[in-house]
């Protein structure tokens, strides 16, 4: 396949879908693409040097009459200029809401300068399940979706909500989420185990951006359980604005001297390798990025039933699924993973699992598709 030149367009947090836009530029410009992150500042995962890999901060200023400044401007001008300068073929963003119409006016701008550049949209999640749907935004992120050259969505749950919440006109593409087996596997790291669990007590993790759709407290509660039958610690991994009274349930449960709060860690491969159980209790998860992380590092889960997390983790074979909130079954299918007899199997059937999502077999169908909207552009274009 030909190179081709690339603008990526997404938020450069710690979040899945920043996670899923960094990697999948990293992949492609490893492959020979060139990649340009056009985003509002360095994305956290972008973390080597390739001669393919290129990063260009939208400047917004601020003025005393913007109470708030508007990015969307500023991000739609700056893709004007990075497309023309670089001589980009195809935009790729990242999260419908504002990347996507902000695309749109980009793609309209250049289209009176003669420029036709193609515009892929990726939906991850939020941008559709809570906030797309909010009908403050939902006019803009339907006429956005309909107007970009090829949808992708990250998980057939997802495709399907989106269909039914939205009037959409454009053919939607299933391309899940993806991790690195490489840099995701278990690592020998005993002498960290031995400092979390000095009588080898059980480690469960679990990873998130604590907000309130995750429902964090189930996790705290689900584990005093687990606690009271066998010897067990939890590392609480990541930071947003539910971690105070986290920490104050934590305290009521009084199981906080077995729970750390660690905030947000780059390496969370490391903390994965020494890990027995992986808990997201989410409400919604259009895919479980961070599930998926865990068991690359043969981590087993134990999860909600929410959204696309059926797709990924299979009940009582990589773990278990649980309805929303029903804490007792998720202790009970905890404690039943946790036992000796069988957390070996469900190891592996996790790390199993999670090679059906590495990312060389991820990242070709994000080329495949990028290929053929090319195309059908150039067709539409031509006619
Ligand atoms: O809520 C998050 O976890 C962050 C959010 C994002 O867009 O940054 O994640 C969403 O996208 C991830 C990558 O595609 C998915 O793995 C997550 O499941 C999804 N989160 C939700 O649907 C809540």
Redesign the pocket.
């Known amino acids: 396949m030909n190179p081709i030149r690339i603008g990526i367009v997404c938020?450069p947090?710690f979040?899945?879908?920043?996670?899923?836009a960094t990697e999948l530029g990293k992949a492609l410009a490893k492959k020979g693409h060139e990649i340009h992150f056009i985003t509002y500042s360095q994305p956290s995962r972008l973390d080597f040097l390739n001669e393919n890999l290129f990063y260009h901060e939208v400047d917004f200023r601020t003025y005393p009459l913007f109470e708030y400044p508007p990015y969307e401007t500023a991000l739609a001008s700056k893709m004007v200029s990075v497309v023309k300068n670089e001589k980009l073929d195809l935009l790729h963003v990242?999260?419908a809401i504002p990347h996507a119409s902000a695309a749109y006016l980009a793609r309209q701008i250049l289209r009176t300068e003669n420029t036709i550049i193609p515009v892929v949209t990726?939906l991850?999640?939020?941008?559709i399940?809570?906030v797309g749907k909010d009908a403050s935004y939902a006019p803009v992120v339907t006429f956005s979706i309909n107007e970009s050259d090829g949808v992708t969505a990250?998980s057939e749950d997802?495709k399907r909500e989106t269909l039914q919440h939205f009037k959409i006109t454009q053919e939607i593409e299933v391309i899940p989420?993806f991790v690195d087996m490489e840099k995701f596997r278990k690592m020998k790291k005993d002498h960290f185990k031995k400092a979390i669990c000095p009588h080898g007590e059980a480690l469960i993790v679990h990873i998130?951006?604590f907000?309130k759709?995750?429902r964090i407290n189930d996790v705290l509660r689900v584990f005093a359980r687990i606690r009271k039958e066998i010897p067990a610690k939890l590392l609480m991994i990541g930071d947003g604005p539910e971690r105070v009274s986290a920490e104050i349930v934590s305290r009521e449960l009084e199981i906080s001297e077995d729970v750390r709060f660690l905030g947000k860690l780059e390496a969370v491969e490391e903390v994965l390798s020494v890990a027995d159980l992986f808990i997201m209790t989410?409400e919604?998860?259009?895919?479980?990025?961070?599930a998926?992380e865990a068991m690359a590092c043969e981590v087993p889960v134990i999860s909600t039933n929410a959204?696309?997390l059926p797709e990924l983790n299979i009940h009582g074979v990589t773990g278990f699924l649980s309805a929303v909130g029903d804490i007792e079954d998720m202790t009970r299918n905890s404690l039943l993973i946790l036992d000796k007899e069988n957390l070996p199997r469900f190891k592996a059937n996790a790390w199993a699992r999670a090679r059906e999502f590495d990312i060389s077999k991820v990242m070709p169908r994000y080329e495949q598709f990028y290929a053929r909207v090319i195309d059908r552009t150039a067709v539409k274009t031509l006619s």
């Open positions: 938020y947090t979040g899945g879908s920043g996670v899923v990242h999260y990726t991850h999640g939020t941008d399940t809570l990250v997802l989420n998130s951006n907000r759709v995750k989410s919604k998860e259009s895919f479980g990025l961070a998926l959204g696309g």
